[in-house]
């Protein structure tokens, strides 16, 4: 059974950075995707950047150019680099992996969270 950790949250000061980590244990057979979503208190959650095998990426629009992605490989890490964080960027951050886990099934596979708090 694979299991996502995220780390790297915290309290962080409107306009500082912080780089969540996620590291997966077990193995896939491969991996489709990686990603990271949050939510916010009483929102639903929502995709904040993600990237295929094939190097695409996807940013939400309130994260562009503030946010990067860590680039696609076949280890079991995934990276999010923030800068220039705002109050609105405040919540739980999910690390998500898109993965087969044998030739014939993938299936999603998510963190249990890392909060963030931007506050002055």
């Known amino acids: 059974q694979v299991q996502l950790v995220e780390s790297g949250g915290g309290l962080v000061q409107p306009g500082e950075s912080l780089t969540l980590s996620c590291v997966a244990s077990?193995?896939?057979?491969?991996?489709?995707?990686k990603g990271w979503y949050r939510q916010a208190p009483g929102m639903e959650r929502e995709l904040v950047a993600s990237?295929?095998?094939?190097?695409?990426?996807n940013y939400a629009d309130s994260v562009k150019g503030r946010f990067t992605i860590s680039r696609f490989n076949n280890e079991n890490t995934n990276y999010l680099q923030m800068n220039s964080l705002k109050p609105d960027d405040t919540a739980v951050y999910y690390c998500?992996?898109?993965?087969?886990?044998?030739?014939?099934?993938?299936?999603?596979?998510w963190g249990k969270g890392t909060l963030v708090t931007v506050s002055s």
């Open positions: 998500n992996f898109r993965a087969y886990s044998d030739p014939s099934r993938f299936d999603d596979y």
């Open positions: 990237i295929n095998a094939g190097g695409g990426t």
């Open positions: 077990g193995s896939f057979f491969r991996i489709i995707a």
